[in-house]
């Protein structure tokens, strides 16, 4: 954790900086390590987050090689980020893949150990005390609307697999990607020029994928579906434009 957190850069004054805490909760299945695998590169590659990242995993492929995903060291990771970020400028993209509970607990746990989950009461106050002002906070779990209200705020846009009564689908141990993870990160964003689009075309392909499954189990039922949901607002989302727009003309030069 210590050389994780120590190989952080500090950001450009001269820039709105993207920083990324991704997170692999559940290590009993490696979709999950898979999936913030494939969002940490992605993001390096296309976003210039390499310097800027912090991966949580818990998988028992990484013990020797990444930090394991604790409720304290996903609160170290967001006080190191804040630290090394201009608050009141720079960009937080939270990432949070794993399973959730109907009281609204993100789960953690590695292999034999039994570790505490993150409710999502707890990553809002997290959040507040870190400080940083600018943030997007995705949660892929079921039942991950119920992280909306207790993070939610004008400077933050907020997407989760699953309305808050409801499951979502994909969390295999042999899946590269759980049915959101794919839809949002590998389908949606290479193609999109905000991640609000992204999640517009990722909700669709969510719905088209579990209607698929309903119809060749033989039965249809609307209450099954996942409902991914976004909260979004105009100052959020006017910064959000500012910054990638700025990616854009960068990119180009």
Same mark, same amino acid.
């Given at each position: 954790m210590d050389e994780a957190i120590g190989s952080l850069k500090a950001g450009d004054p001269e820039t709105i900086d993207l920083y990324m805490l991704a997170v692999g909760g559940d290590g009993s299945q490696e979709v999950f390590r898979r999936e913030v695998e494939f969002v940490s590169?992605?993001?390096?590659?296309?976003f210039g987050t390499e310097g800027c990242t912090l991966t949580l995993v818990n998988s028992r492929t990484t013990v020797d090689s990444l930090p394991m995903a604790t409720l304290t060291s996903i609160d170290e990771s967001l006080q190191a980020i804040s630290q090394k970020m201009?608050?009141?400028?720079?960009?937080?993209?939270?990432y949070l893949t794993s399973h959730g509970s109907q009281d609204h607990e993100f789960a953690l746990g590695q292999q034999s150990m039994s570790l505490p989950g993150l409710q999502a009461s707890r990553l809002g106050e997290m #959040?507040? @005390?870190?400080?940083?002002?600018w943030k997007v906070v995705v949660v892929s779990a079921c039942y991950a609307g119920g992280f909306i209200d207790p993070v939610k705020d004008s400077r933050t846009l907020v997407i989760t697999a699953a309305r808050h009564d409801r499951r979502s689908f994909g969390c295999a141990d042999e899946n590269d990607f759980t049915y959101f993870g794919r839809a949002f990160f590998k389908d949606a964003l290479p193609g999109s020029s905000s991640f609000q689009e992204a999640f517009a075309k990722a909700e669709?392909?969510?719905?088209?994928?579990? #209607?698929? @499954?309903q119809q060749s189990a033989g039965e249809v039922d609307t209450e099954e579906f996942s409902l991914p949901q976004m909260v979004n607002s105009d100052s959020i989302a006017k910064y959000l434009d500012n910054w990638w727009t700025k990616q854009i003309t960068q990119s180009a030069n």
């Open positions: 590169n992605q993001f390096s590659q296309r201009n608050r009141d400028q720079d960009i937080l993209f939270l #959040l507040r @005390d870190s400080k940083i002002r669709k392909l969510v719905r088209e994928r579990e #209607l698929a @499954d």
